[in-house]
T-cell receptor, first 113, second 111 residues
Framework: GAGVSQSPSNKVTEKGKDVELRCDPI?????LYWYRQRLGQGLEFLIY????????KSGLPSDRFSAERTGESVSTLTIQRTQQEDSAVYLC???????????FGNGTRLTVT | TQLLEQSPQFLSIQEGENLTVYCNSS?????LQWYRQEPGEGPVLLVT?????EVKKLKRLTFQFGDARKDSSLHITAAQPGDTGLYLC???????????FGTGTSLTVIP
């Protein structure tokens, strides 16, 4: 596809369940980011992937959060034992290289009940 | 910790008016970007500025990067309803991998 694709677009889950969010970056983009956007707040950095290098996990808020990326393709963000404070829009972005502008997907709106 | 503070947080103006949004920090950035985000969508890049004092124009939008590369402003001339959205500034430092995003300015232009 032409842009960054995220799925699902919406996810409602019960507290304590695990969720998996998917991101398909733009083909050829080596860098991939996950950000979290809470209602009325700015974007909060979660994790960064660059090619085959070790990911920068410095933004992950707890050990319940993890992410994987296979090479320069699809990435998945997993949240285990979800809590209500995890409710937010999770945005994925990719860029050609680290210094290039970000191209965002439309996000996954996660609601934990 | 919020490195980039934007003001105002909310702005509602009439069509045809001018406005300025500010993005301020005590940190130095190697580059700064402005994005616009509409409901249900991801942010879309408007501009990137990299040189202190740089001014870029995009139709009715004028972007300026501060001389010390710590702040930026976005000026919109003769605002139109299509300008409505959430405006976000984002800075990148020489070290580290992330873009630091501002708190956002929600703009509503009333026809």
């Amino acid at each position: 596809g032409a842009g960054v694709s995220q799925s699902p677009s919406n996810k409602v889950t019960e507290k304590g369940k695990d969720v998996e969010l998917r991101c398909d970056p733009i083909s050829g983009h080596t860098a991939l980011y996950w950000y979290r956007q809470r209602l009325g707040q700015g974007l909060e950095f979660l994790i960064y992937f660059q090619g085959n290098s070790a990911p920068d996990k410095s933004g992950l808020p707890s050990d319940r959060f993890s992410a994987e990326r296979t090479g320069e393709s699809v990435s998945t963000l997993t949240i285990q034992r979800t809590q209500q404070e995890d409710s937010a829009v999770y945005l994925c972005a990719s860029s050609f290289v680290r210094e290039s502008p970000l191209h965002f997907g439309n996000g996954t709106r996660l609601t934990v009940t | 910790t919020q490195l980039l503070e934007q003001s105002p947080q909310f702005l509602s103006i009439q069509e045809g008016e001018n406005l300025t949004v500010y993005c301020n920090s005590s940190s130095v950035f190697s580059s700064l970007q402005w994005y616009r985000q509409e409901p249900g969508e991801g942010p879309v890049l408007l501009v990137t500025v990299v040189t202190g004092g740089e001014v870029k124009k995009l139709k009715r939008l004028t972007f300026q990067f501060g001389d010390a590369r710590k702040d930026s402003s976005l000026h919109i001339t003769a605002a139109q309803p299509g300008d409505t959205g959430l405006y976000l500034c984002a800075g990148r430092m020489n070290t580290g991998n992330q873009f630091y995003f501002g708190t956002g300015t929600s703009l509503t232009v009333i026809p």
